[in-house]
């Protein structure tokens, strides 16, 4: 079965700092996407960013960017420059790419932005 | 990407009855899917609906209790059925679009009194 684990249930940062994310996931496939999503306390999920599993070059969008570790199952989030906005809980997904394009989520990890 | 919107927004209703939430896409997509979160947890899928086809659902939901139309490659809605307070959550949808990106729609915040 598929898991996919964020340790970190809560983190803050300051303002224009920066700060990485954590998620790894397990599973036994190879053809897979990850996806971060963003949760403000408006509710609405938002995509931040996704990375094909074959893909070797790690996705970037804008003051996003990921870790990506295959071999290690590792999948982290970075963000830089941290703005008041990036406040919000962020959910790591997995996705086989088996047709039925059913997310698994993780736990989430809640993060403030401090002024 | 895809707008998603959601009726009604929020609700309060009383055990015993049913409450049927709406979701509407502004272009058609094929695969939806229904998920429940309880405040400040993760998402957990209760279906996928895709048009033409009967819903399929995860383990832990049955189609008695949580009822899904999927009558065109806009629409769906799904029902909380016989609603008891363990039923007070946010229920969202989600369209897949352009090869696994999935996008939400605002969510319903039901509470069950």
């Known amino acids: 079965a598929q898991t996919v684990t964020q340790s970190q249930p809560e983190m803050s940062v300051q303002e224009a700092e920066t700060v990485t994310l954590s998620c790894t996931y397990d599973?036994?496939?190879?053809?897979?996407?990850l996806f971060w999503y963003k949760q403000p306390p408006s509710r609405q999920m938002i995509l931040v960013i996704r990375?094909?599993?074959?893909?070797?070059q790690n996705a970037t969008e804008n003051r996003f960017s990921v870790n990506f570790q295959k071999a290690a199952k590792s999948f982290s989030l970075k963000i830089s420059d941290s703005q008041l906005g990036d406040t919000a809980m962020y959910f790591c997904?997995?996705?086989?790419?088996?047709?039925?394009?059913?997310?698994?989520f993780g736990t989430g990890t809640r993060l403030k932005v401090l002024a | 990407s895809a707008v998603i919107s959601q009726k009604p927004s929020r609700d309060i209703c009383q055990r015993g009855t049913s409450l049927t939430i709406q979701c509407q896409v502004d272009?058609?997509?094929?695969?939806m899917f229904w998920y429940r979160q309880q405040p400040g947890q993760s998402l957990t899928l209760i279906a996928t609906?895709?048009?033409?086809?009967?819903?399929?659902?995860e383990s832990g939901f049955v189609i008695d209790k949580f009822p899904i139309s999927r009558p065109n490659l806009t629409f769906s809605t799904l029902t909380v059925s016989n609603m008891s307070p363990e039923d007070s959550s946010i229920y969202l949808c989600?369209?897949?679009?352009?090869?696994?990106?999935?996008?939400f729609g605002p969510g319903t915040r039901l509470t069950v009194t």
């Open positions: 989600s369209v897949e679009f352009q090869g696994g990106e999935q996008y």
């Open positions: 599973t036994s496939e190879n053809n897979y996407y």
């Open positions: 990375q094909e599993a074959y893909k070797q």
């Open positions: 997904a997995f996705m086989i790419l088996s047709g039925t394009y059913k997310y698994i």
């Open positions: 272009s058609q997509v094929t695969m």
């Open positions: 609906a895709n048009q033409g086809s009967e819903a399929t659902y």
